[in-house]
């Protein structure tokens, strides 16, 4: 599996959010079908709740054609989130974007309609300083 080029990025600013990692990747199957998701995380939400788990994929949405990759995004998102559900597993999905490309192409009233139609959860990520900026549930 090639990682993508924010892959260390994204799991350093988890890191320091306070989550721990726990599959890099996280391997599952369902139907014959099997999928790398590039991250698992989780962490204490408090004793009495117990742990929270998320299933993190990274884009760096570099390129020419940012729609093109959401679109490409969207797919493995939408068939991750399929994989996580048969096989009835506790993780939040994830899509982990950098800060330039929610303010510039998730901002797009098309893709802010697909984030909505689709139940789409974003973390987004600063590149450079290598911390979260915002989640987006």
Same mark, same amino acid.
């Given at each position: 599996?090639?990682?993508?080029?924010?892959?260390?990025?994204?799991?350093?600013?988890?890191?320091?959010?306070?989550?721990?990692?726990?599959?890099?990747?996280?391997?599952?199957?369902?139907?014959? %079908?099997?999928?790398?998701?590039?991250?698992?995380?989780?962490?204490?939400?408090?004793?009495?709740?117990?742990?929270?788990?998320?299933?993190?994929?990274?884009?760096?949405?570099?390129?020419?054609?940012?729609?093109?990759?959401?679109?490409?995004?969207?797919?493995?998102?939408?068939?991750?989130?399929?994989?996580?559900?048969?096989?009835?597993?506790?993780?939040?999905? %994830?899509?982990?974007?950098?800060?330039?490309?929610?303010?510039?192409?998730?901002?797009?009233?098309?893709?802010?309609?697909?984030?909505?139609?689709?139940?789409?959860?974003?973390?987004?990520?600063?590149?450079?300083?290598?911390?979260?900026?915002?989640?987006?549930?």
């Amino acid at each position: 599996m090639a990682k993508d080029k924010f892959h260390d990025i994204v799991k350093t600013a988890l890191k320091k959010d306070g989550w721990t990692i726990t599959h890099d990747p996280l391997h599952l199957e369902s139907l014959g %079908f099997s999928v790398l998701i590039d991250l698992g995380a989780e962490r204490l939400i408090s004793a009495s709740k117990g742990q929270e788990k998320i299933a993190v994929e990274v884009k760096g949405f570099l390129g020419e054609s940012e729609v093109s990759q959401f679109h490409t995004a969207l797919g493995q998102y939408l068939n991750y989130r399929d994989v996580l559900a048969t096989e009835q597993l506790d993780y939040k999905l %994830f899509l982990a974007i950098p800060a330039d490309a929610y303010e510039t192409t998730f901002a797009l009233p098309f893709i802010q309609n697909s984030i909505q139609r689709y139940h789409l959860s974003l973390v987004v990520y600063n590149p450079v300083t290598e911390v979260i900026v915002t989640w987006h549930k």
